[in-house]
């Protein structure tokens, strides 16, 4: 694999129940991130979590949870995220939003990768 250079990462710390607007949250995040021409937007529902009000959510069979933790993660240039984040202001009002800087890496012909040990 080869650089591509840095980029920032953000992420948003959700539950899968928090909506705007009749819709949820996370989707209302992506759609805009689509819509301001960022590089990618996707959503991971987890398994188990809890934030700020310490109560767990859990999928397990027995405590089924219907507001599951969900992160939504972007990936594009530090400028272009940075960019982002007035609209991001508007739709968070409560949850955690990340920031970080990331290698991209792109995925190359297996010939040029080296093996390992030489």
Request: glycine share 10%; proline share 5%; hydrophobic share 40%.
């Amino acid at each position: 694999m080869k650089s591509c250079g840095r980029a920032l990462r953000l992420t948003v710390y959700l539950g899968e129940r928090d909506t705007w607007h009749h819709r949820p949250r996370y989707a209302e995040i992506v759609r805009r991130a689509h819509r301001a021409g960022l590089a990618g937007a996707s959503v991971f529902r987890g398994v188990e979590g809890f934030g700020a009000s310490s109560v767990v959510h859990t999928g397990r069979l027995l405590s089924l949870s219907e507001d599951l933790p969900v992160a939504v993660v972007v990936v594009d240039a530090a400028e272009r995220v940075r960019a982002f984040l007035p609209q991001l202001d508007e739709l968070v009002d409560e949850g955690l939003v990340t920031l970080d800087e990331v290698e991209v890496l792109e995925p190359g012909d297996e010939a040029e990768t080296p093996e390992p040990g030489r």
